[in-house]
């Protein structure tokens, strides 16, 4: 199949991808504080985004940036792939081609630029399989990224209308929404009537990278009777969705006929969508998966259009008691065999894994996917780290994806307080995908990945130093916080004072802390003058313990 | 000084402690769901509190229950423990006392009841100071409980007025908001006027242990000015405490003169409240923190009514960066020290933990404050995991607060999402208990406590059948999974659907799932009838990943 970003093999159908959307006037996405910007700053001669917070002591902080440039009145975004991709016409397509060519690609450079650090370590990570820039060459309004676990450890949110309820214009919104609150990439899992016609809005709207389940739309063609499902018509959808630019694709090759009798004796069975529907498929057939038997010739359509693979965990569990049972692990193996064969055809690949995990069981989970799938990124829902919670999903498995994040897990998968009971609203995506960032940060601090505390301490000395504005500002969710600051302090004056309503004027410890540290400079010039026999006596008292 | 519960020390100044509270009807805590019942269960001749969960196929599962029984027309509780202690006067006091005496109380075979343990367990933990019972001798309507390691990770609830806000009646309804949502134990950190009174009406309506810091109190009696402070006012202060029933006291006596220079070079320097209230008067007076100076006389009052000690972290990290210092951990060896003290006056001790800890550092905290602090319980305000979230800070805490009760903290501080910004509301605390219980259970589950995860069996179970109703009564919090359910699909048929808003009819997973379980349980009467060749192949095919 020759490679490259327009020799688009034909759909089954015709597709209304040049169909114009409604006009409307430029969009920017709003920032989230009167303090943020948008700017381009150098990166090793990259231009890249950053969102740049000015602080109020005349300080300037820098966060990573997932807004995009402002689209144009098609409510498109510019293209600034396709020079890139032009320019490679011929060659070899997919960066994982291309790093092991030793090629430093534009996508690579832009990616090291975000991530503030060398372009040779992106490409020799891809090179090696333990990261995947996901950029369909088709996705030319996509401002690339790295997942990988040397890199910051991303975020995706999961949009999508369904059968019950949502819609298009919706679903670009809920985007929208989603960068603004920092997912790093988006994925539209779409099911119902207008699926095609979605997700182009999405794609053409999106700065960040696509996902998608092909399987999802496959069975809307057969009127979602699995066993009707065919290679040709799964086949069909991916090369539509490889057409359109969705960058990487769930896909479900790992749940075997031999697995399915493992999950009889589970609580919850097969808990995964595609996991359930590809179950289903192999026992009406009595076939192998054809997902599995057809999996080189997926890669050689994948491959053409540098779409990445993430090899879904369709065998996950679905409660704890499930997890890291038989069917889990068995289906994991197969996934580090095809993570194998995938990457000899040139295909990226990343590793999808649960669900529902207790603590103690979630280190396992990594070191295993890992072990098992020679290094490839490893993505993860979650994992919740128990099941009493329904309507808290999003913190059960914050604690998991914390902790899965801590060892080693390049991207989480969000999940919405309404898991497990219902559509996510716009709060729900904005309470989703902030949770899960602080849950990334949270790990990156405790890998001690290079600069990430930064932002913790400029947060702290913010307030320390009472600057309420600075900390909204550098905060994860400045309207937010501000409002609850305000719920008890509305006054502009309170925004400068030096204490809060948690402890009023008289308790207020930061304020006594700083007379104490107001007290030993005063020692300090005193001890210059008068001796060291004060500030002496105390460090020595101070030595047992510390 | 006389031990038990009667012989009261006088206070300074009388008391309002006998004036009536306004009159009204008999109240009684409303249970969370409609199945839910608060049932008496006999566990070793004892009659212990559960909440039962009535279920729709016609099982039951018994919780933990923490709302007590129902308060007279005085808005008072029963007060069961009085004839316990009466027929104890004129012996030991504290329950370590008469655990190393050999005396399993009435107090330890309630608490055992509780846990479903065995009550010579809950004797010899206490015994040996790795677990406590705080349970004032005048607290006469607490439903002990047992706080250690071996036993439930429990959570702790702040309440409390302030100089800027807050009412008494506001106090007491927090308080059964609290329990309500499974709050153990309740802080009541009053500060402001109305403290002495806010705490009466608090202490007769709990049916829980209530701790407190008592320098809030003394610091008013002081006006707020810390240096005016004397060991004379806050002994009279704490024995007013003691008279009233509160069962645990926060006392910062680690906070040493020779510390609180370590500080200075931090970036949030110190944040307790008592903590840089007691580091103000080391310093105004330069001499030695009287807390620390007197702590003998302070274990015999505390051992006179079997107060426990929360000995306090008043050097605990307020930022990411500032934690495991050598402030930190100079004050933790004295709290070794001081607990060692205090058990030998006969008094039980916790030892209060951070804060701030980046997810790395966090089970470094727990082994340091067992090895050094002799396996007193820890008890911990979190630890947030990172700081550029506040709005979220019960997310960013309950990921360390999980990892640090796995780790065998043995009673976690909540935290509300208004930390650093407000006060929290009903809305907060309810938030902040369930966030909590979440992540005590999480760690329960990870430790492998006893039968922790039977609990998510039975809701997953449920999840998995789709008896809607059994989730919402098996969750944390049934109102609000309910409501989110009723977002999507409010009609009461969707109660009982085989299928829920997000995947819609076609795509259940849960739905396919137990179709696939119907067409083995179809293959095993073939298997049976025509042989296992079928079923051998798939089990056969599964071992390489099994």
Known sequence: MAPGPRPRPAPARPHPIDRPLRRRTVTTIEPLHPFHTRELVDHDGVAVPV??????????????????????????????????????????????????????????????????????????????????????????????????????????ANIGTSAVTSDTAGEVEKLDWAVRWGADTVMDLSTGPGIHETREAVLRASPVPIGTVPIYQALEKVKGDAAAMTWEIYRETVIEQCEQGVDYMTVHAGVLLAYVPLTVERITGIVSRGGSIMAGWCLAHHQENFLYTHFDELCDILAAYDVSFSLGDGLRPGCLADANDDAQLAELRTLGELTLRARERGVQVMVEGPGHVPLDLVPENVRLAHDWCHGAPFYTLGPLATDIAPGYDHITSAIGAATIAQHGTAMLCYVT??????????????????????????????????????????????????????????????????????????????????????????????????????????????????????????????????
């Not at 690339?144 to 450890?153: E, K, Q, T, Y």
């Open 51 to 156: 969102t740049r917070v000015a602080l109020t002591n005349g300080d300037t902080f820098d966060r990573y940036c997932t807004t995009g440039p402002a689209r144009d009145a098609d409510d498109r975004l510019p293209t600034p792939r396709r020079a890139w991709t032009d320019a490679r016409r011929g060659g070899p397509v997919t960066q994982l081609q291309l790093a092991r060519a030793g090629v430093v690609t534009e996508e690579m450079r832009f990616a090291a630029a975000r991530e503030g650090c060398d372009a040779e370590l992106v490409r020799s990570e891809v090179a090696a399989g333990r990261a995947i820039i996901p950029a369909n060459v088709n996705h030319e309004e996509l401002e690339p990224m790295v997942i990988g676990r040397a890199f910051l450890v991303k975020v995706n």
């Open 417 to 546: 307080p309404k898991e497990h009971l219902g559509l996510p609203d716009r709060d729900d995506v904005r309470t989703g995908v902030v949770t899960y960032k602080l849950a990334a940060h949270a790990a990156d601090v405790a890998k001690g990945h290079p600069g990430a505390r930064a932002w913790d301490d400029e947060l702290s000395k913010a307030r320390f130093e009472f600057r309420w504005h600075d900390q909204f500002a550098l905060s994860l969710d400045p309207p937010l916080a501000q409002a609850y600051h305000d719920e008890t302090l509305p006054a502009e004056a309170a925004k400068t004072a030096h204490f809060c309503s948690m402890c009023g004027p008289k308790f207020c410890s930061m304020r006594i802390s700083q007379d104490v540290r107001a007290a030993f400079a005063e020692k300090s010039r005193e001890f210059v003058e008068l001796g060291a026999s004060v500030y002496v006596e105390a460090r020595a008292g101070a030595a047992p313990g510390a």
